[in-house]
């Protein structure tokens, strides 16, 4: 069975990714190409673009032919229709060890470790568990075609990935023979520094072409709220402990950097005034985690939606209604308005 294409929608490549086996991850649209936009998500695994392909288009920076000398998983794209899953993968495969990507993906990390780029592409295609996440999300069809010739006025759009990798940024396109190196960066500031390369990008078409779409795999925002939320209830158990009598635990130190780690204040009006500081921030937090839910409920009702097939139905409406003798006056209603 062929790969079929898919919606570029967040809520269908999150739980695309989800179906896959990876926890902790998202996939969020971005509106604008600007740093602070990007750092309001971080942390951010990577970015995905969308844009119109033009064949025969010279990469803007040196190609790596030898992808595994780098330290970066490259896999060359030799499904049809699956760009945006590639992309996601290609992203997938370069996260930090903390990312959770599952069974499959870590089997497939490990056993493509020493493939070419090419094998690398043929293990995914031969991935039952990916193409049938994928295949998922297909639009249903009046009659299923096993592959369509591509009309010569059809846009072809395609999908690429940009993230860091042992310091370097990477563009990480499937149709390219390896990945493109856009210089060194780290951690912190490869966000600044991928933004004027997308911008670079989006001006070679000038006015010719609108239609862009610009993604982040980020960590899960829900996730990161509920950390967040733990960690200010530990503290406010400290700040509690301390309000009691237990000043052995005023000014200890824990492991961490963000105002959650830091040592208690000193005194009790300090301590009183640190705990309302405390509810407020729980309070936010559990906020964000139910806004964080209602969204993936959002996300899931219409994807149900997107997955259910409709077909059946309007075919026995349309037959229904033939049969009452209703259905050629409407037809004529529709064509006289």
């Not at 995905?48 to 392909?53: A, H, P, R, T, V």
Request: glycine share 8%.
């Amino acid at each position: 069975m062929e790969w079929t294409t898919i919606e570029s929608d967040p809520g269908v490549f999150t739980e695309l990714i989800q179906e896959m086996g990876v926890k902790g991850v998202q996939v969020e649209e971005l509106y604008s190409l600007d740093e602070g936009s990007l750092r309001a998500m971080a942390p951010v695994y990577g970015l995905i673009f969308l844009f119109k392909y033009r064949s025969g288009e010279a990469p803007s920076a040196p190609v790596e032919t030898d992808a595994s000398s780098s330290g970066v998983f490259f896999a060359s794209q030799v499904i049809t229709n699956a760009c945006a899953t590639q992309a996601i993968l290609s992203i997938l495969m370069n996260c930090p060890p903390s990312v959770q990507l599952g069974e499959e993906l870590e089997n497939m990390k490990a056993f493509t470790a020493e493939f070419d780029a090419d094998l690398k592409g043929l293990a995914i295609s031969n991935s039952e568990t990916i193409r049938k996440a994928h295949n998922s999300f297909a639009r249903p069809e009046p009659i299923m075609e096993e592959q369509r010739d591509q009309a010569p006025s059809d846009d072809v759009f395609h999908f690429i990935a940009y993230m860091p990798v042992d310091g370097r940024l990477y563009e990480l396109d499937g149709l390219k023979r390896g990945p493109i190196a856009h210089g060194e960066c780290t951690d912190d500031d490869w966000l600044g520094k991928v933004c004027p390369v997308i911008q670079s990008r989006i001006e070679q078409y000038a006015s010719s072409e609108i239609r862009f779409n610009l993604m982040a795999l980020i960590k899960s925002p829900k996730q990161a709220l509920e950390e967040r939320l733990a960690k200010i209830e530990a503290r406010k158990e400290r700040c509690a402990k301390v309000a009691a009598g237990a000043a052995g635990d005023a000014g200890m130190d824990v492991d961490g950097g963000d105002d959650l780690d830091g040592p208690l204040p000193s005194g009790q009006d300090a301590i009183t005034a640190e705990l309302a500081r405390l509810e407020g921030e729980a309070a936010v937090a559990r906020e964000g985690i139910e806004r964080e839910a209602q969204k993936a409920q959002r996300w899931r009702d219409e994807n149900i939606r997107r997955k259910h097939n409709y077909i059946p139905f309007i075919f026995n409406f349309l037959k229904v209604l033939a049969e009452k003798k209703k259905l050629e006056p409407l037809i004529a209603k529709a064509r006289g308005q």
